[in-house]
């Protein structure tokens, strides 16, 4: 089964950047991936995601222009790069892989490995 790692979470002021990274020692290169936000409180929600080949991405609306995603094919790595963050964007991160058509939303469907989560906490 495939494992996923996540790593770069941690705390930032209003405004500053972290860069997370999703790893999957095996193969993430054949799975499309989606990072997933859990803000306190609320529901697990999809932020961005990236097919198998890179050449598809998703943005959730409200971090369009801000956010990025992309990975590195043949190290089996998916990032997720975030500027300009807000306080409400503190959560938990998780990275997922499947087979799936790409989307940002609540859907689960298509997902077979996910990570554990890395904590992000935006400061105002």
């Known amino acids: 089964q495939l494992q996923l790692a996540e790593s770069g979470g941690g705390s930032v002021q209003s405004g500053g950047s972290l860069r997370l990274s999703c790893e999957a020692p095996?193969?993430?290169?054949?799975?499309?991936a989606v990072w997933f936000r859990r803000a306190p409180g609320e529901e697990r929600e999809g932020v961005l995601c990236?097919?198998?080949?890179?050449?598809?991405?998703k943005y959730a609306d409200s971090v369009k222009g801000r956010f990025t995603i992309d990975r590195e094919k043949g190290k089996n790595l998916v990032y997720l790069q975030m500027n300009s963050l807000r306080s409400e964007e503190s959560g938990v991160y998780s990275c997922?892989?499947?087979?799936?058509?790409?989307?940002?939303?609540?859907?689960?469907?298509?997902?077979?490995?996910w990570g554990q989560g890395t904590l992000v906490t935006v400061s105002s």
């Open positions: 095996g193969s993430i290169d054949v799975y499309g």
């Open positions: 997922a892989a499947g087979l799936f058509s790409c989307r940002v939303d609540r859907s689960t469907s298509g997902i077979a490995s």
């Open positions: 990236i097919s198998s080949n890179g050449e598809v991405t």
